[in-house]
Each structure stands twice: as structure tokens, then as C-alpha cells.
């Protein structure tokens, strides 16, 4: 299997830009997730989906940040806005869930900078 | 008091030498990950447990349910195993603690 993959690995965009994250699960996995990870936070919950289903979206910062999954293999994660405070790297993570866990397989990331 | 603690925060270890990562939380889990990060790379799951013990290779995982601890070992440590290592836990949802991470330096 070719893992998680997300897409661009990098972006470097201006501040007031729009920033589009892509990730493309593990076939036959029920459950995405999309992660921020900062020096200061660390790992950080933006938004869970089960069965293409947003389940949690409270980890989203704000309005600037939406996220979709239009079917079980693709979603994607929307900055619009962006502002220097989103440069991070956000991570795809995808897992097969059953009785209530699931072994975490992450993306390469996307290192975004906005300048 | 943050839910999952790992010791040390950074270690430096001479190639060869048997290492010790630990991870404390606080939490009922269902199960424990323990997770590699190559600078500037991406998040490798090392081991999913649940209980007892788990060996891949020159990585060993241990935990303790009771004690609510978990203990990540690397045996004949080589410089490419440098890296951030991470553990989290699942409390039976879909949320996954994590801890701040140790970062492992291993000179040659």
C-alpha cells in the first residue's frame, strides 16, 4: 500500500492567499484526520471524519479553516485567509477504527509558511 | 499536569547504547502508540499496545495497565535513530493524547 499521501509537501504562500491541503488515506480505512503540529502545541486535533462524516470539528481555529471529504479516498484542508500564525506543518492521518481504536498512520505532512 | 508525560525530553547516547524512553498518563486507554519523527520528516507508527510487550526488530515496547506506564527501549543504538519519539494514548474514542515527545540524539 502506498500509505497516507498528502500533497503539496511544501507551500509558501502570502498572507490573504488561499491554501489548499490534500490527502489521500489508506484504501479501507474508516477514519481521517487532520493535525497541526507546532513547536509551542505540538500535535493538535483540527478535525476527525469518520466514514467520510465530520464527526469533530472543534479543533478547527475559525472560520478561516474548513475542511471536506467528498468520498473515502480523498479530503482536503482549506485556509482562506491565511495569515502568518497558520505556518505550521499539517499532517493527514488515516486509521481503520474498531472497538473504539486503531494503529495512526500519517502523511508525509505539508510544511506551510505564510509570509 | 499534562495527561501523558514522556522522560526524558532529550537524551544524547553514544552509538551502541541501550535506550530508555518512558511515558506516564494519566488517563484510562485503550491502547498506547508509540510514534518516530525524523527531523523535518514524517510521523512513523512504531507500536500500537494494549498490554505486555511488543518487539520490531531493535525496538522493544513495553507496558504496565496497572501502573499506567509505558517504556520504549532501543538495543545497539545507531545514529538513524535519531529522532523525535513520541508517544500517545487512546482513551476508547477517536481522540488520541499526545505527549510533547523525546527527542533522541545518537552520536557516532
Known amino acids: 500500500d502506498a500509505g497516507v499521501i498528502q500533497s503539496p509537501r511544501h507551500e509558501v504562500t502570502e498572507m490573504g492567499q488561499e491554501v489548499t491541503l490534500r490527502c489521500k488515506p489508506i484504501?479501507?480505512?474508516?477514519?481521517l484526520f487532520w493535525y497541526r503540529q507546532t513547536m509551542m502545541r505540538g500535535l493538535e486535533l483540527l478535525i476527525y471524519?469518520?466514514?467520510?462524516?465530520?464527526?469533530?470539528d472543534s479543533g478547527m481555529p475559525e472560520d478561516r479553516f474548513s475542511a471536506k471529504m467528498p468520498n473515502a479516498s480523498f479530503s482536503t484542508l482549506k485556509i482562506q485567509p491565511s495569515e502568518p500564525r497558520d505556518s505550521a506543518v499539517y499532517f493527514c492521518a488515516s486509521s481503520f477504527v474498531s472497538a473504539n481504536t486503531g494503529e495512526l498512520f500519517f502523511g508525509e505532512g505539508s510544511r506551510l509558511t505564510v509570509l | 499536569k499534562n495527561e501523558v508525560e514522556q522522560s526524558p525530553q532529550n537524551l544524547t547516547a553514544q552509538e551502541g547504547e541501550f535506550i530508555t524512553i518512558n511515558c506516564s498518563y494519566s488517563?484510562?486507554?485503550?491502547?498506547l502508540h508509540w510514534l518516530q519523527q525524523h527531523p523535518g520528516g514524517g510521523i512513523v507508527s512504531l507500536f500500537m499496545?494494549?498490554?505486555g510487550k511488543k518487539k520490531h526488530g531493535r525496538l522493544i515496547a513495553t507496558i504496565n495497565i496497572q501502573e499506567k506506564h509505558s517504556s520504549l527501549h532501543i538495543t545497539a543504538s545507531h545514529p538513524r535513530d535519531s529522532a523525535v519519539y513520541i508517544c500517545?494514548?487512546?482513551?476508547?474514542?477517536?481522540?488520541?493524547?499526545f505527549g510533547t515527545g523525546t527527542r533522541l540524539k545518537v552520536l557516532a
Open positions: 471524519f469518520n466514514n467520510n462524516v465530520p464527526i469533530d
Open positions: 500517545a494514548v487512546n482513551s476508547g474514542t477517536y481522540k488520541y493524547i
Open positions: 488517563v484510562g486507554i485503550s491502547a
Open positions: 484504501s479501507g480505512h474508516n477514519s
Open positions: 499496545l494494549s498490554s
